[in-house]
């Protein structure tokens, strides 16, 4: 990769792997939903000025018009569920916890992919990643297992099942969201997360609470157009020009950045099953990916929608 790449690269895997401090700050002051959002309305907005400086908009509304349903779909399960789950989750989990958890989602991704994508069957090397991924996980569940049906058992499941979002909400968008340019996939998922996520919350908490302290709002911010408007910018563009091999190894950086930062700024102990556990979905993930060789450079790679955080 050139240099340029190479920053990008770790540009993204800081700013998702900073994502879990800043959504475990934001929640000590705010409902999950409301912390969504906010994250998904900044963001969108901060992709309708960067687009419009860059003059990237669609010809006519037409263009937009057939995307509108698919967009419905990968906003939902790709941004809105993942993201209030995660927000959720961090209510009871700790933020490095949920950082290690969410680099399961290429594991997740390698199990559907093959039921649904004639392109992309399951292999001995994914078989064998898949279950040493597995153990992993199952490792990190180990400590709330014996203790019954606790809140922090149960917010580690929900965190598992957001990651499963991620994992078919990529693949759903792969199988439907081909031609349209990155820009705007990553606009139309945002803005259609942000409409439900508000209208849910408009219902369901009467009335709103909004932040009152200071870092919440910055929590916000940087949620919204670090975490999620430049976090796309950056993903699409890697994909663009190393491929979505080398794009998805990513997913190592975040789990390292955010256990560090819940032990720096939250004071936040991980065991050692989660330590271990974590390593396990590392190298279950690195077991796939070495199977993999890609080429020097892809003349066109294929769009894929990214797994935020």
Not at 21 to 30: C, E, N, Q
Not at 60 to 82: D, H, Q
Not at 106 to 122: C, G, H, W, Y
């Amino acid at each position: 990769m050139s240099t340029k790449d190479w920053l990008r690269f770790w540009i993204l895997g800081l700013i998702w792997g900073t994502s879990f401090l800043w959504i475990k700050i934001a929640v000590s002051d705010i409902s999950p939903f409301v912390l969504v959002a906010f994250r998904t309305l900044f963001g969108a907005l901060g992709l309708v000025v960067i687009m419009w400086s860059r003059k990237t908009y669609p010809k006519s509304w037409k263009e937009i018009r057939p995307w509108l349903g698919v967009f419905a779909v990968v906003g939902l399960i790709n941004v809105a569920l993942p993201f209030v789950l995660i927000s959720w989750s961090e209510q009871y989990i700790s933020s490095g916890i949920a950082a290690i958890l969410d680099s399961a989602v290429p594991l997740f991704s390698m199990l559907i992919a093959p039921l649904v994508l004639r392109d992309d069957p399951m292999s001995l090397a994914k078989t064998v990643g898949l279950l040493i991924g597995f153990v992993g996980v199952v490792i990190l569940f180990s400590p709330g297992l014996g203790q019954g049906i606790n809140q922090g058992l149960v917010g580690e499941g929900v965190m598992l099942v957001a990651t499963l979002c991620y994992a078919a909400g990529s693949i759903y968008a792969r199988l439907k969201a081909r031609g349209l340019a990155p820009p705007w996939q990553a606009f139309l998922q945002l803005g259609a997360a942000s409409v439900m996520v508000w209208l849910f919350t408009g219902v369901a908490e009467r009335p709103i609470i909004l932040p009152r302290l200071p870092i919440t709002w910055l929590a916000l911010l940087w949620l919204g157009l670090l975490g999620s408007c430049v976090a796309y910018i950056l993903f699409f563009g890697l994909m663009n020009t190393i491929g979505p091999t080398r794009t998805t190894m990513v997913t190592y950086i975040p789990p390292l950045v955010g256990v560090l930062l819940g032990a720096l700024f939250l004071g936040e102990h991980l065991s050692w099953q989660a330590i271990l556990g974590g390593l396990l979905i590392l190298s279950g993930i690195a077991v796939v990916n070495m199977n993999k060789l890609p080429s020097k450079k892809p003349a066109k790679v294929e769009e894929e929608e990214p797994a935020g955080c």
